[in-house]
């Protein structure tokens, strides 16, 4: 066992790998075999699993199954890879059209992760990591999935927003943001400069799913002084024309962008 990893969150992890299609309820005892644990031990880690949705338990005959839970991320992680396939073709072009990096991100939870990217060739560039968790309110992607939220869950992740400042560019004021997020909704696209990486700009537009919501954002991104305001026109057509196109390929089939209420 890696000795980074706390014992318990192994031990539990250990537990929901003992689920199979072919064995699709355990009993604690079973569990407890499986997993070389005492009885006691597997019951109080499967009851505390069971607590935070992870488990589901048998009233009658006390056996436990996969929970709500899992199944929800289960959901995502499948929805990522649908998304990932069906964009891939689409960022290639605009890596070849832009030779900047190019980034898909999708929402989770009140953040956002980029999920695939392609790095600019250019000696100077902006990388992306895959699999790095970065806030709404700060850059070009990060706005464009807040803008198009269904209003009801952009009121809920705007009245819990910490806006820290990541560096001198960060919107850290709600008015200057509501009023951004206002002007992506009509032309959309968001622009940003310098809001979570110092000289960094990027133009991102939304990618909606068969049910009007945001899934993802693709973006272009680069060193500051690569963008001005010609080259992000330019970027613009393309740009918007990929996040159409993968929308049409997610089962979206409203205008773009879509009408949102203010």
Not at 9 to 16: E, K, M, T, V
Not at 108 to 116: K, L, S
Not at 151 to 170: F, G, I, K
Not at 178 to 197: C, D, K, T, Y
Request: with cysteine; charged share 20%.
């Amino acid at each position: 066992m890696d000795d980074d990893v706390s014992p318990i969150l192994s031990r539990a992890i250990s537990i929901l790998d003992c689920f199979t299609q072919d064995r699709p309820e355990i009993g604690v005892r079973e569990a407890a075999r499986l997993v070389n644990l005492s009885s006691s031990a597997a019951g109080r880690l499967m009851a505390s699993l069971k607590t935070l949705g992870l488990l589901s338990q048998n009233p009658e005959s006390r056996a436990y199954s996969l929970g709500p839970r899992v199944l929800t991320w289960a959901g995502v992680y499948t929805a990522t890879l649908d998304l990932r396939k069906k964009a891939l073709p689409y960022l290639e072009e605009l890596y070849v059209s832009t030779n900047e990096t190019i980034s898909l991100y999708i929402l989770q939870g009140n953040d956002r992760i980029c999920v695939e990217r392609l790095e600019s060739a250019q000696t100077v560039r902006i990388v992306a990591r895959v699999g790095r968790r970065l806030p709404l309110y700060a850059g070009s992607a990060g706005k464009v999935l807040l803008a198009f939220l269904p209003p009801d869950r952009l009121r809920e992740v705007m009245s819990t927003l910490q806006m820290n400042a990541l560096t001198v560019n960060t919107i850290t004021d709600r008015s200057n943001l509501e009023n951004q997020l206002s002007l992506i909704r009509r032309q959309g696209f968001a622009v940003s400069h310098g809001e979570w990486i110092a000289d960094a700009s990027g133009i991102a537009a939304p990618i909606f799913d068969q049910f009007n919501d945001p899934v993802g954002a693709i973006s272009i991104s680069g060193p500051s002084q690569r963008f001005s305001d010609r080259v992000i026109e330019q970027f613009t057509i393309p740009l918007i024309h990929a996040a159409v196109a993968i929308s049409r390929d997610m089962g979206y089939r409203g205008p773009f962008p879509p009408k949102q209420m203010e």
